[in-house]
């Protein structure tokens, strides 16, 4: 039953477990996956590791689809896609798994266990107490037929365990992030490979997926490299041929914890509905523990899909854990906002006014994508887009308590008074001529600098900061300017 990968096709895959969301951990998972296959002319695979009933869920098989279709990481054998190594999903390859399970007892690799939880937990505490390592003692390696037969009259449902050799001192993993790594046969006790319910425990089914669907390099978060062990030995044992293993590292919260809902949006989904873009989330994810050779000369952070899976490489993956800069991914969103063509950030954008209860159809399509480019310059996020630009849409400026202290002095009210009458004298209302009339209304005044531009700003949009202030002028109107300097200045 030997399997051998074809060494000139590279095989990856990401294999989530549909119990929540995807973890932006698991999102970089898949985009490391996915640059490898599509730098090497590969297949990138997608299987559902769903043999957990219990806690998965349609629901979150969908929105984790949602998710990759929305960062654009799009599969090549999977879900929705089909395959010549499918089914795709664990449930239904169940009877896979028992197949080979059958062929590890009849082959002695394997045996039934029928030891119940409450046996399991009360020899592992006395294994603590008395100093011992915990794991399983092996009670159940060696029984007679009398005793199995005892044992299955009486309704215990037995689980299969896989026995681990006695004469194998080391199992060592060659990661090729982290190079040789040892694990001691101590470590290791027999494990479960079928459930007492018939399904198969993650070893089991992992191993026999990634074998049988001839995934060439095996690349996931190091919190599975312990596993890995147990899986080089059914390997071993099925006479499968081993794929590359590379470990990447975790992605850590600013408080060096592991990524958690303390920490604030961990999903794709909620940086999604946050307005976050998906290019954006790419580049930054991509950052978390891999690095181009030429960024520590260049200082580039900013790389497009296509230049990512020209530089992708495993060999640039840390070792070391990656830490989550939310201000970094805001910093990262807001310049692809600002860099994004306006039309598309309009339509982004549409969702968020109206959530706010504005109603951007007022405006025509260019007037309104003038007030969203006006907006964006400031923004971390979509959501963050009312916020920016609410003044356009009240009828009435909401003034802030810092910009109502520049409006206090009388060389304030002085300035709009003029101002506002420059404007409704200008022949044509266009960025020129109203550069001119505040220029010119400087001069009459002897007012200059902040003095002059800061009351004409805190009036129109009731905030001392935002967009080019000739800019802000034009896209609001001269009516709607006249009738905001009149209702500040009186």
């Known amino acids: 039953m030997s399997i051998t990968n074809n060494e000139a096709t590279i095989r990856v895959r990401f294999a989530p477990s549909p119990s929540g969301y995807l973890h932006v951990g698991g999102a970089r998972t898949a985009i490391f996956n996915w640059l490898l296959a599509r730098k090497e002319g590969g297949a990138f695979i997608l299987r559902i590791e769903d043999t957990d009933q ?10 984790i689809l949602d998710s990759l279709k929305w960062l654009g990481l799009d599969w090549d054998e999977g879900p929705e896609v089909g395959g010549d190594f499918g089914p795709y999903r664990q449930f239904e390859r169940k009877h896979i798994y028992l197949d080979y399970a059958a062929t590890l007892l009849e082959e002695g690799h394997a045996y039934c266990c029928y030891c119940t939880a409450e046996e399991l937990e009360a020899r592992r505490a ?26 299955r009259v009486a309704g215990r449902l037995p689980v299969i365990r896989f026995e681990v050799p006695d004469d194998r001192d080391k199992i060592v993993v060659e990661d090729n992030i982290r190079g040789g790594v040892e694990f001691d046969r101590s470590q290791i006790s027999d494990f479960v490979i079928v459930r007492s319910n018939g399904l198969a425990a993650y070893n089991f089914a992992v191993t026999i997926d990634d074998a049988l669907m001839e995934i060439t390099h095996v690349i996931r978060g190091d919190d599975h490299l312990s596993n890995t062990p147990r899986q080089i030995l059914l390997y071993e044992a099925l006479g499968f041929e081993l794929p590359v293993f590379a470990h990447i590292p975790m992605i850590l919260g600013e408080d060096g914890q592991r990524l958690s809902k303390r920490h604030g949006a961990t999903s794709i989904g909620q940086y999604r509905e946050l307005g976050y873009l998906p290019e954006a989330m790419i580049n930054y994810l991509v950052l978390r523990g891999w690095s181009p050779e030429e960024a520590a000369t260049t200082g580039e952070e900013i790389y497009s899909l296509e230049e990512l899976v020209e530089r992708f490489s495993l060999e640039r993956v840390t070792k070391n854990p990656a830490g989550f800069d939310p201000a970094k991914l805001n910093w990262m969103n807001g310049l692809y906002l600002r860099q994004t063509d306006p039309d598309r950030v309009t339509d982004l954008a549409l969702p968020y006014l109206r959530q706010a209860g504005f109603t951007p159809e007022d405006y025509a399509r260019e007037k309104l994508t003038e007030i969203v480019d006006l907006g964006r310059g400031r923004l971390n996020c979509l959501s963050e887009i009312a916020g920016e630009v609410d003044y356009f849409f009240n009828p009435e400026v909401q003034i802030a308590a810092e910009a109502v202290e520049v409006l206090k002095p009388e060389s304030a009210s002085l300035v709009l008074k003029a101002f506002r009458e420059k404007l409704m004298a200008l022949p044509e209302f266009e960025p020129g001529s109203v550069k001119e009339a505040i220029k010119s209304v400087g001069q009459e005044l002897g007012i200059k600098g902040k003095s002059l531009f800061m009351p004409i700003r805190a009036a129109l949009s009731g905030r001392l900061h935002g967009p080019e202030l000739i800019r802000l002028i034009s896209v609001l109107g001269r009516d709607r300017c006249v009738d905001r300097l009149r209702a500040v200045a009186n």
């Open 54 to 63: 219990a806690r998965s869920t349609e629901s979150s098989i969908e929105a």
């Open 126 to 151: 006395q294994a603590i107490r008395e100093g011992r390592s915990p794991g399983y003692d092996g009670r159940c390696r060696n029984l007679s037929q009398a005793e199995e037969d005892a044992f």
